[in-house]
T-cell receptor
Framework: RKEVEQDPGPFNVPEGATVAFNCTYS??????FFWYRQDCRKEPKLLMS???SGNEDGRFTAQLNRASQYISLLIRDSKLSDSATYLC???????????FGAGTRLFVKA | DVKVTQSSRYLVKRTGEKVFLECVQD?????MFWYRQDPGLGLRLIYF???????EKGDIPEGYSVSREKKERFSLILESASTNQTSMYLC??????????FGSGTRLTVV
């Protein structure tokens, strides 16, 4: 079983749609959580941290459920520019050994 | 913005060669990392360093070594390249472990 599991997709959605990605992690000791986006042939870039209370950054909302070991990312009003692969990340207590999921691919179409 | 620079974008090496991948960051970060990324497997941690001359093994250190002689530079060394080390290699830097900044990657092909 992978330590961080994501649905690989692809998710194909029209512009303006709301789309949600889910991710589960196996290490109950994980302390830090993130979402990164990775464009084709580019490096991952930090999208947002994920906090227990949930957090929002514009059209993006991240949620963490520690009891279920589950992380989610909601994108509202999808734009063409949101097309990318979204990587879910869980970090250990020290923060050095972060585990990346394999990513969920999103295509937003006009 | 932090800049993380990897010396080569594409590299082709022969089996058995010693390969050096260089990474430089310009923001005085203590923490640096080397990952490899393969389709369907995500990013996997090879080595990390939290200070000059300090290094720790990640999840897949076999066949690799690292060097951190200066704070801004973290080098990944493939002692004897093999075809199963063909991959995208990504270097990252972090100030406080609250998110990483990645370099643009080196796509290494071992033939």
């Amino acid at each position: 079983r992978k330590e961080v599991e994501q649905d690989p997709g692809p998710f194909n959605v029209p512009e303006g749609a709301t789309v949600a990605f889910n991710c589960t992690y196996s290490n109950s000791a994980s302390q830090s959580f993130f979402w990164y986006r990775q464009d084709c042939r580019k490096e991952p870039k930090l999208l947002m941290s994920v906090y227990s209370s949930g957090n929002e950054d514009g059209r993006f909302t991240a949620q963490l459920n520690r009891a279920s070991q589950y992380i989610s990312l909601l994108i509202r009003d999808s734009k063409l520019s949101d097309s990318a692969t979204y990587l879910c990340v869980a970090g250990d207590t020290g923060g050095f050994k972060t585990i990346f999921g394999a990513g969920t691919r999103l295509f937003v179409k006009a | 913005d932090v800049k993380v620079t990897q010396s080569s974008r594409y590299l082709v090496k022969r089996t058995g060669e010693k390969v050096f991948l260089e990474c430089v960051q310009d923001m005085d970060h203590e923490n640096m990392f080397w990952y490899r990324q393969d389709p369907g497997l995500g990013l996997r941690l090879i080595y990390f360093s939290y200070d000059v001359k300090m290094k720790e093994k990640g999840d897949i250190p076999e066949g690799y070594s690292v060097s951190r002689e200066k704070k801004e530079r973290f080098s990944l060394i493939l002692e004897s390249a093999s075809t199963n080390q063909t991959s995208m290699y990504l270097c990252a830097s972090s100030l406080d472990l609250n998110g990483y900044t990645f370099g643009s990657g080196t796509r290494l092909t071992v033939v």
